[in-house]
């Protein structure tokens, strides 16, 4: 008996080419060859165990970039940042983001674009000194300024770290195998966000400083970062703490919160299926997901104990999950919604049935251009 096709790359995160179907036209079109072709290549056999032996090769003999990773002497992954200024496409973005605040506006809803500051972009001080450090902040330095011309309403987490910490302190905000940030760095971006929006509306709670926390790590467990997973788990999975900011006067537990649509049907019974499910699981192995939260189409969120009215929309990729509750506590209504997962409607078939007071974009730094800025298109699978 033959061995199935695997379906999907665990450690590429991709589904595998399958065994391509046999026609008249795509043989005498070359297609069946080039599509048999890549075919084989994601299905010889013992493929995974090949390419992590190559890896790890490249890893012995010093390469410095590997699959696109540099890993330092003490096992920190750094990105290969991106090269050149992609003007085009980031003028798209800033039209796209002003049409969208020019639509909100004639609902009487505000439109911030506050985007988290990304890993590759953040860290590029620790790359080796006689490599490129990229053009990744000058991208986004660029779309800032367009929006900047169109009136935006701008919250530039990246610009104020830059100006208050040094590049060894912005590292510290990070996760060390993963691309995203840790609960340090994501809590920054947090109080700068509520400290921005607290000073414009009435009623939101100022209650978002350290001393309002309890800070806990877990230690050392099995983390498995995006990074690493993609160097087939060589780097240690047991340097990254993950940890959390508990709230000392509330209980994300008061919060209500459904999956979708607020109905009887799609409420949560208990919110750590959302939050640090790993964590109650008491699973071997984590990843970002299950220390903090998956990707979810749509979470409403109804914080009953709230002293404003405030329907908020958060517009999001993975580096917004360590936030959810913590944002949502300042509001009364507070909708989560990821357009890569909504493949039956756009972000304005969702606001043509939905009404907001605020829309936050919070999508990271390195996620400036492309398909999650065209508000008109579903996401794709």
């Not at 990773?69 to 750094?78: A, C, K, Q, R």
């Not at 890993?119 to 000058?138: A, I, Q």
């Not at 060589?234 to 990254?240: C, M, R, Y």
Request: proline content about 3%; glycine content about 4%; some cysteine.
């Amino acid at each position: 008996m033959t061995k199935e096709d695997n379906k999907k790359s665990e450690f590429e995160n991709r589904a595998l080419a399958q065994r391509p179907s046999i026609s008249k036209n795509e043989i005498f079109s070359g297609e069946f060859f080039k599509n048999y072709e890549t075919y084989f290549t994601d299905q010889f056999y013992q493929r995974d165990k090949w390419v992590k032996t190559f890896i790890l090769w490249q890893l012995r003999s010093n390469k410095t970039y590997v699959n696109g990773y540099h890993v330092t002497d003490d096992g920190w992954i750094l990105g290969k940042p991106m090269e050149g200024l992609a003007k085009k496409d980031l003028n798209i973005s800033a039209k796209n983001i002003k049409e969208l605040s020019d639509y909100l506006s004639q609902k009487d809803s505000e439109l911030y674009f506050s985007p988290f500051p990304a890993k590759v972009n953040e860290t590029t001080g620790s790359l080796p000194w006689y490599v490129s450090k990229g053009t990744g902040n000058e991208n986004y330095h660029y779309l800032m300024s367009k929006l900047e011309e169109k009136n935006i309403n701008l919250i530039d987490i990246s610009g104020k770290w830059n100006e208050k910490f040094s590049d060894e302190e912005i590292k510290e905000f990070y996760m060390k195998t993963d691309h995203h940030w840790n609960m340090l760095g994501a809590f920054k971006g947090y109080q700068l966000i509520m400290e921005n929006l607290s000073s414009i509306y009435e009623g939101i709670p100022t209650d978002y400083n350290k001393e309002n926390y309890k800070y806990t790590c877990e230690k050392d467990k099995k983390f498995v970062g995006s990074w690493n997973r993609s160097l087939y788990k060589l780097i240690d999975t047991s340097i990254d703490d993950f940890c959390y900011f508990t709230p000392v006067n509330y209980s994300f537990q008061d919060l209500k919160v459904y999956k979708g649509k607020v109905s009887k049907k799609n409420m949560v019974s208990d919110n750590r299926e959302i939050y640090a499910s790993g964590v109650k699981d008491d699973l071997e192995e984590f990843n970002y997901h299950t220390a903090y939260a998956d990707n979810y189409p749509e979470l409403n969120i109804i914080n009953e104990e709230s002293k404003n009215d405030l329907k908020v929309l958060i517009l999001k990729d993975s580096y917004t999950n360590p936030l959810i509750f913590h944002m949502a506590h300042h509001f009364h209504h507070t909708t989560i919604y990821d357009s890569r997962y909504n493949y039956d409607r756009s972000v304005y078939d969702y606001l043509e049935k939905n009404d907001y007071d605020i829309v936050l974009i919070t999508l990271n730094t390195n996620n400036i251009r492309g398909k999650m800025y065209n508000f008109e298109q579903p996401g794709k699978k």
